[in-house]
């Protein structure tokens, strides 16, 4: 048993998955303001509330966690949505890999859910994608090992 609570290391997981997108900042958990820092960026957040999956009794509790991943970037040519929909794919292949459902054994299985995109506002540049994920994992609390 780890002594690392799981959903940290499913997190750590991800941070190490989107160092692959190059010339991207990552944020856990923390709001940016797109006016004013690097972009593109990629903010990740916990969108739900941890939900209990009643699948089984001790020794095992059964969770899951929804996250956000929303990116912001700068779209200035004349199909920003197009530009958006490229870089969702590019941030949906680096945040979910189904050869891996697991993630390394850390998950009982991860998946994309939704996919939204917010073009700029008029007189902006900046337009946004956010990437839900759902993961199911276990955590052990009464196993003496």
Sequence with gaps: MSDT??????????????????????????????????????????????????????????????????????VPGPDPLVDLMEFARKLRRAIYRPDDPSMGYLATEHRPIQCQYFVPAPGSVIGSVLVRVAVDYVEEFYNDR
Excluded at 15 to 22: E, H, I, Q, S
Excluded at 51 to 57: I, K, L
């Design 5 to 74: 609570a799981p959903d940290r290391e499913i997190l750590e997981k991800f941070r190490k998955r989107l160092a692959t997108l190059d010339g991207v900042t990552v944020y856990l958990g923390k709001s940016i303001d797109p006016e004013h820092d690097d972009l593109p960026a990629v903010t990740v957040v916990a969108a739900d509330p941890a939900e209990m999956r009643d699948d089984g009794a001790p020794p095992e509790l059964r969770w899951r966690l929804v996250y956000d991943f929303q990116a912001d970037l700068k």
